[in-house]
C-alpha cells in the first residue's frame, strides 16, 4: 500500500466535539415555522407534520441500534466517511449496535442484498475516495412493488433506521419512502445524506454537498497544470469539459481557482451563436497579442440552457417519439440542425436516455464547440493558428482522496444520521451550516426534506422532487467571477492550485470551496 | 497566488552539499576508458577527445560568467529549478555574473531573440512547472546556415557557455553544436541537461531524466482515482493512454504504482491480433468473476512496436510519397488496412508529420482497440456489458509542480551545469548517480554526449544520434511487473498513490520512481 494511503488512513476528521458524545446530546424539534411546500402537505401527510431539528446537549438515548445504509448514483470523495461516522457513533452509543451495507445502490435493498459492515472493513476505507466498500447504483424506488420490497426488507431486518447517501433524485427517494413507511407504521427512520460533487444540491440549509470539494480541487491541479502547459508550448487552446450534469457550480468553482481565459455558465443562457462569437473573439483579440493558446472551461450541461438548443432537443424528442425524422423539424430547428457538425447531428438522432431522450451529457459539447469555433474562424477569414485540444474531466475526480474538508464533512454528517436515527426523525436530510468556519463552529440539523421539494414535470407527469439549486448570478461567487473574467480573458492571471495536501499548515490543508466562502 | 504556490516558492532544493560551495569544488577529467562509439570519433574529432568529468574537492574559478541557455521541446515540470540552479550558482561564483535566456527555444538562440534573467523574476519560478519563464520550442538546428547563426551570436553576446535543457534530440544538437563551436574556436561551452518526462533519455550515466518522476505522480493519481471510481461503478472498462512517444517508461511506471488489469508494454512487440485477444481475454474472464469493469492502459507508441503496424504504415509512407493510395498495399497489409476502423483509417491517410510520414502519436490508439476489441468481443458471442471510456493523460503531466525529487534534482543539475561551464567542459550532459539516495551520496558527473550515441537513419541518412532507451525486458521493473501482472488482471489490486505531497514524512514526500529503485 502506498505510504500516503497508509497515513490517510490515520486521519481524524476534525468535527464539532458535540458529535464526539452521543450520550450527551440529542436532535430537537425546532420550533420555527414550517417553509414553504405547503402544497406538497397532500403528498407527505407525515412527514409534512415533522420539524426540523436540531443538536443540542441533553440526554440521548443509549439503546444499541441496527441501522441500514446505502449508497446512490455517481460516487464522491468522503462516502466512505460517512460510514465511519455512523459506525464509530453506533458503536459509541452501544456496541452492540449493527451496521447493515445494502449492496450496489437502491437495489440492494429492494433485492435484499446485503451484508454487516464491521470495523476492521471500515478501518480500510477511511478517508479514501471511492464507494467500493459496498458498490453503488442507480436505481430509482418508484414502483408499488418496489416500496413494498423495501418496506419490508427494512422489516425483516428490523432495522432502526436507513441512511440514504446520494443526491437531489436519491433524496426525493428517501423523502417518498419515509412517507411509504410512516403511513404503513414501519418503524425504520430515513435519514438522507446530501451527496453530490455536481454542488446542486444546496439550500439555505444545505451549504455544499459532500465531494464537491475534492472533486473540484483534483479538476483544479489539472486545469492549472495545462493552463501553465499552454503558456509555456503557446500552441494549443484547450477546450476542458468539466462533469456536473446540469449546473456550472464545478466550472465556476474552478474557474475562481485557476483563472482560465474563458469559463462558460450555463446559466446565463446565452445562445450558441454568442458563445462560439464569444470564444472567436477571444482567439482573434490572444492571436493579436501574440497568444495563439488558452484555456476555456464548459460545463457538461451547457446544453441544457442554450435557448435554441433546448427548443431544437424537445422538437427532435417528440418527433423521434413518434417514429419521425429530423426531416419534419420546424423550418428554425431545422436549420440550426443541419448547421451542427455531423458527428454532433448522428450524436443527436443516437444517443437516447433511458426515457428515450436525447442524453445531452454523451454529446460532446467540447468537440461541438471546437468545431463550430473553427467555422467560424473560417468565416472571419483568421489568419492564425488554432490548435484546439479537448479534454474532459469527470471520473478522476469522482473517487479521488476526499480532501480534509470532505473527509471532515462527512465524517460529522455520518455522525448526525446515526443520532437523528436514534431520535427517530425521519424524512430528513443532514445539513450543517457555518461549514467555512472552524469545526466547533459547525451547526448541526435536520431538515425535513419535503421543505426542499417541488412540483416538477418528469416523464409528462407532476411529480415533487428536490429541485436542483443552478449557479445564482446574483451570488457572490458569480459576481466575483464576472468582475474578474475579462482580465483573465488577455492577461493570462493562470492559477496554480496543485495538488491536494494533507499535512503542514491549515492554510493549506484545510481549505473550503471558493464558492462557499 | 495559492497558498500552496506561494510555499513551494519558499521550498529550499536539497542537493548535494557540494554544489552549495562553487568555489571549493572542480570539475575533473575522469581517467577512465571512453565507452563505445569510435565510429563517432571522425565526425566529433575534437569533442570525442574529452573525457567525462567529476566533480571533486578542488579551488574553482572565481571569474564571472555569463552564460546563456534555452528549453528545447516538451515541457517537463522542474525546468524552472534548472535555470534557478544555474542562477544561484553563478551568483555564488560572481555576483557579475549574468544569464541570458533564450526565447521559445532554439528559434531564439538561432534568430537572437533573449533577454537577462533577473533574481526576481526567478524567485517566482522556483518548483514550479511550466518553462513559461521564457518558452519552449521545437525548432532543430541543422542547416549550416542555423549553425553559424548560433555561433554568431553566442560570440556577440560573448557566452562563456549554453545550456541546452531538452531530450535526446536537443542533446544531440547540443553536441554537434559543441563539435562546431570548437572546431569554429568559438569559446562558449555548449552543456547538456536531460530533460523529458518520456524518461527515454537514459543510459548508465543518466539514471533519470528529471520531469519523469512528477509527470508519472501526476498520471498515477489520476489513473488510481479512476480505478477506485471503476471499482465503485462497476460499469466502465477505462483505456487510458498515457503519454510518452516511443518507449513504454511512463506506462509501467504507472503500472507498477496502480496495479491496474492490464498494462500494455510496446516494448514486448505483441502483435495487435494478440493484444486484442488479450484485452478480449480479460474482459470475458472478468465478466465470469461478475466484473463488468476495468481499467487498461496503454503507451502512446504502442503502434510503432506491433510489427504488421509498423510494416502496413512503412509501405504506405512509400506509396503515399509516390503520390499512390491505399489501394496499391500489398495483399497482407491491404487486408490489416480495411480491417481497421474506419476513423483509423481516415487517420493512417490524412495525418502526416513534417516529413511526410504518418504521425503515429496522432493517431488514437486507445479508440482503436476499443473498436477492435468491440469487434472481437462481437465474434466470440460476448453475452456482458461492456461500456469503454476513453481518456489521454499527456498535458496534465508535463506542467505540473515538480515533486521533491524533480525540484532537488533539477537545481542540482541546473548547479552542475554552471561549474560545467566554468570548468570549461564542453559537448557534456549533466549526469547524476545514486539518485535514490539521499542526495549527498549524489555523485555529479559529466558525460560526454557523444559517448550516447550511434548512427540512425534520419530521412533516409545516417545521422549520430542519441540512442533513445526503451523498456528493458531484462531489467528488475519489468520484471517485477511481469511478474505480478497476471494477479492484477483478476484481483483488483487497485492502489491509490493520491496526490503529491509536499509536507510531512520523507517516505510520503520524497519518493524517487519505481522503476528507478
Known sequence: MHPLQKKRLEYIPQIPSLLLKPNEVVFTRKLQERKGASHLKHLFPKTWEQRGAELVAGNGRKTPLRIGLFFSGGQAPGGHNVIAGIWDTIQRISTSSQLIGFINGPAGLIEKKWRYLKGGEIDEVRNMGGFDLIGSGRTKIETPDQFSACLQVCNELTLDGLVVIGGDDSNTNAATLAEYFLVNECPTKVVGVPKTIDGDLRSDEIEMSFGFDSACKTYAEMIGNIARDAKS??????FIKLMGRSASHITLECAIATHPNLALIGEEGKNLEAIVAEIADLIETRKGQGKEYGVILIPEGLLEFIPEMKALIVELNQLLAKGETQESLKQKNKTLFYSLPSKIQAQLLLERDS??????????????????VKEELGRRSFKGKFSPVAHFFGYEG?????????????????????????????????????????????QCSLVPIVQLMQMEERKGMQKPVIAKALVNLESKPFLHFAKNRESWKFDDEYQNPGPMQFFGEKEITDTVPFTMR
Chains 1, 2 share one sequence.
Not at 426515457?355 to 463550430?372: D, F, K, P, R, Y
Open 355 to 372: 426515457h428515450g431522450n436525447v442524453a445531452l451529457s454523451q454529446i460532446e459539447t467540447e468537440e461541438l464547440l471546437i468545431e463550430l
Open 233 to 238: 508550448a503557446k500552441k494549443y487552446t484547450h
Open 398 to 442: 469522482r473517487s479521488c482522496y476526499p480532501s480534509n474538508f470532505d473527509a471532515n464533512y462527512c465524517y460529522a454528517l455520518g455522525c448526525m444520521a446515526a443520532l437523528g436515527i436514534r431520535d427517530e426523525m425521519s424524512g430528513a436530510l443532514c445539513a450543517i451550516q457555518n461549514l467555512a468556519q472552524d469545526q466547533e463552529a459547525w
